[in-house]
Nanobody
């Protein structure tokens, strides 16, 4: 399985971005896999941002309440809607399986200017 994150960019503080993570390859079990978004800012450790459970539960776990995670199992895609972005949200954002993570991809850069 390969994961491709996209949707990052440069945005002003207060703006929004929607990130996408598409799984390709052997994705038969995508709908039963918990997927997560992570981010890593320069000089900091990678941290968990949001978790999408297989049943797309009503209460996806987001570290930042400004962020909302969702998924489209038919498209093997997980989304991260980020609102009211702050400069401290600047980081490379990655998606991965929450358990048994795959090798990390390049992620997508999010830069928030003040």
């Amino acid at each position: 399985v390969q994961l491709q994150a996209s949707g990052g960019g440069l945005v002003q503080a207060g703006g929004s971005l929607r990130l996408s993570c598409v799984a390709s390859g052997r994705t038969t079990n995508f709908k039963i896999v918990a997927m997560a978004w992570y981010r890593q800012a320069p000089g900091k450790q990678r941290e968990l941002v949001a978790l999408s459970t297989p049943d797309n539960s009503d209460s996806p776990d987001s570290v930042e309440r400004r962020f909302t995670v969702s998924r489209d199992n038919a498209r093997n895609t997980v989304y991260l809607q980020m609102n009211d972005l702050k400069p401290e949200d600047t980081a490379v954002y990655y998606c991965n399986r929450f358990t048994r993570p795959l090798p990390w991809g390049r992620g997508t850069q999010v830069t928030v200017s003040s």
